[in-house]
């Protein structure tokens, strides 16, 4: 076996691609990241958003169930979107549904601006979530099946790495957002409207996408070789129905649902905490109330930044650690490391000098996500790749979903008698580090799911 298609061959992951290789790669990456921009500002700016959005005079409490609401339906669209263009990935392509996806979630995001109440800012969610949905299965299913063998392990952990970077550059427009609003440039009002038109920007990448990139080889002779064997390409009833494929597509999704539920559930989340947290001690002092808001989204801002430099670490931790050990001792450490470091966050985050835990949150929950692209394609044949990827990664969103609505009724029932701020931020806490124990589902499909670390990709046709 040659040392490109070899995964185990030495030397680091980039020495075997070459320049078309890196386009793709790039590419790919930067639909994810921008994508992941797109997600970042809209956990930065829901509440903010909301609150301007809903009557004069509702209640903070009420506002963050409805800020639940509105991420619970944005997940329902990215768990949509991906079972939906994960198949069209496979029966169509996986470059034009990729640039039909950006676009998607780039104009609505940037339509979530022209807001007039929460149902209609919740539709766009909706409709971003399809794009997003559609992003990550099409992405990696394309950078699986276009780089050497040899590369694919790094590259997709370096793809979802790079995630992290467009959360950061969602901070760091939250940061300079927030000094416009302290300066008095701008109003909070305004400031989310921004945000979000900024996230429009990657709309443009379509144009870029189109020009060169190519189905991968890899997908053109499946694609000849499914009909003439007669197999769906990109086919639930093939996922579904063959036995073959079914096991690891349903453990495949409990891996998933699991650590989605602990980032989307309760991960983002932080934000609101470390929001809470300062514009308590900051109203103590008496401050004024948009010096208060300037603070909070300052500080909120920076957790984010954080967090997601702990989480690009992380991601390139696992990918490294399920190299060299294998994918299942990487997920096993992953999934007891989140749950640690997120109830620990939520049980004992105290003001600014705790915001180091975040990064610590940040490192294990992420790092899930960097086995997800890495493992993920190593359980489906070509011709149904991106569905199965997608199927793993999305279907469980539906699930997923209803976790912020059953954090919202849980602290909702925790709170229940409680009437100072600090009682129902109390509240909070608990239904979040309650809300954690679901990493441990992760665990469990993890002993069940097989080891693919050194197997070539499988194939059926």
């Given amino acids: 076996m040659s040392s490109s298609s070899n995964p185990l061959a030495s030397g680091p992951w980039w020495r075997s691609l070459n320049s078309y290789h890196w386009f793709v790669f790039s590419m790919a990456s930067l639909a994810w990241l921008f994508d992941c921009l797109d997600q970042q500002i809209f956990n930065l700016y829901r509440q903010t958003a909301l609150q301007h959005l809903m009557p004069e005079g509702t209640d903070p409490s009420v506002i963050k169930t409805y800020g639940g609401y509105a991420t619970s339906i944005f997940v329902a669209g990215w768990a949509t979107g991906g079972l939906i263009f994960g198949s069209l990935g496979d029966k169509f392509g996986r470059a034009k549904m990729l640039t039909l996806t950006v676009l998607l979630y780039s104009v609505f995001t940037g339509l979530s601006a022209l807001s007039r109440g929460w149902l209609d800012f919740a539709a766009y969610r909706f409709v971003t979530g399809l794009g997003v949905g559609g992003v990550f299965g099409l992405a990696v299913a394309l950078v699986a099946d276009s780089l050497p063998d040899r590369s694919r392990t790094g590259a997709l952990g370096m793809l979802q790495a790079l995630s992290a970077v467009g959360n950061i550059t969602a901070g760091l427009i939250g940061l300079g957002i927030s000094g416009m609003i302290s300066a008095e440039t701008i109003t909070p009002n305004t400031a989310w409207k921004l945000a979000f038109l900024l996230g429009a920007v990657p709309a443009f990448l379509c144009v870029f996408i189109q020009i060169r990139l190519r189905e991968p080889e890899k997908w053109v002779k499946a694609h000849a070789a499914s009909k003439a064997a007669g197999k769906g390409m990109g086919s639930y009833r093939s996922l579904l129905g063959e036995a073959q494929w079914r096991r690891p597509a349903l453990l495949g999704m409990l891996l998933c649902i699991s650590g ?193 670390k050194g197997k070539p990709l499988p194939e059926d046709l």
Avoid: H
């Fill in 260 to 452: 989605v539920i602990g980032l989307w559930g309760i991960g983002f989340f932080s934000f609101e905490l470390v929001g809470d947290v300062i514009t308590l001690s900051l109203k103590e002092k008496g401050l004024p109330e948009a010096e208060i808001a300037g603070a909070a989204g300052k500080w909120k801002a920076i957790n984010g930044i954080i967090q997601n430099t702990g989480s690009f670490f992380g991601m390139i931790a696992f990918a490294w650690f399920a190299q060299r050990t294998g994918r299942k001792p990487a997920f096993a450490l992953s999934f007891i490391g989140a749950l640690v470091a997120t109830w620990g966050f939520f049980a004992l985050f105290g003001g600014v000098g705790d915001v180091w835990m975040s990064a610590v949150m940040g490192f294990f929950q992420l790092a899930l996500f960097g086995g997800f692209a890495i493992y993920l394609p190593e359980l489906f044949p070509t011709r149904l790749r991106s569905t199965g990827t997608s199927f793993c990664y999305n279907v469980g969103r539906f699930i997923a979903a209803s976790g912020p609505f059953t954090m919202g009724k849980l602290q909702a029932a925790l709170a229940a008698g409680a009437t100072t701020p600090e009682a129902k931020l109390a509240a909070f806490r608990e239904s979040c580090q309650w809300m954690s124990l679901v990493f441990l589902v992760g665990l469990v499909a993890v002993v069940f799911l097989p080891e693919t």
